[in-house]
Structures are given as structure tokens and as C-alpha cells.
């Protein structure tokens, strides 16, 4: 199984970005799927999850800011961020996990958030 994470970056105070995770390699789809970041100095802690059939949980600090979705077809995670601040500066992890299977992590990706 193997998670391809993309669109990290360097964005302005109040910038947003769009961040996307592809699972491959299984039979199964992920249920859930989540992103998750590491800021600075800091430990790994959850930002977002979503069911395949739609359930989504936020972490209280980007509620009404970031927004998770995915397309069950492609089995690929999103994670629209708005209203970015320089405290949601981190490498953002997505995480899948494969029934029967496990849980498996992707590679990270740089948010950047600085004026």
C-alpha cells in the first residue's frame, strides 16, 4: 500500500492551499482516511478524518477554516485549507487505514505559512 501526498507549500497569512492523498496498492478502500501534522518542535497530532461513507471529525483549531473530502473512486483524500495561519505551519501526513490490513502513513508534505 503506498499513500503519494502533494500540494504542500509556502502561502501568506489568510492564503489557502489544497493538500491531496492517493492510496494505491489495495483491494480495499481506506476507511477512514485522515490528515494529520507535525509542527515544528512539536508532536504529530490529528487534523482532520473522513469515513468512506462521509463522517468527518476536525481538530478544534481548524474547524470552520480547513475542509476534508474524498473521492471514494480514486481513493484519494483532500484537505482544503483556508484562512491559513502561521501556527498550521507543519509537514502534514495523511494516513489511510486498510481493513484487514493496517494503517499506513504517506511520505509528508511542507506547509509553510509566513508573510
Known amino acids: 500500500v503506498q499513500l503519494q501526498a502533494s500540494g504542500g507549500g509556502l502561502v501568506q497569512p489568510g492564503g489557502s492551499l489544497r493538500l491531496s492523498c492517493a492510496a494505491s496498492g489495495s483491494i480495499f478502500s481506506p476507511n477512514p482516511m485522515g490528515w494529520y501534522r507535525q509542527p515544528p518542535g512539536k508532536q504529530r497530532e490529528l487534523v482532520a478524518t473522513?469515513?468512506?461513507?462521509?463522517?468527518?471529525n476536525y481538530a478544534d483549531s481548524v474547524k470552520g477554516r480547513f475542509t476534508i473530502s474524498r473521492d471514494n473512486a480514486k481513493n484519494t483524500v483532500y484537505l482544503q485549507m483556508n484562512s491559513l495561519k502561521p501556527e498550521d505551519t507543519a509537514v502534514y501526513y495523511c494516513?489511510?487505514?486498510?481493513?484487514?490490513?493496517?494503517?499506513?502513513w504517506g511520505q509528508g508534505t511542507q506547509v509553510t505559512v509566513s508573510s
Open positions: 494516513k489511510a487505514n486498510i481493513p484487514l490490513t493496517g494503517q499506513y
Open positions: 473522513i469515513t468512506t461513507g462521509g463522517n468527518t
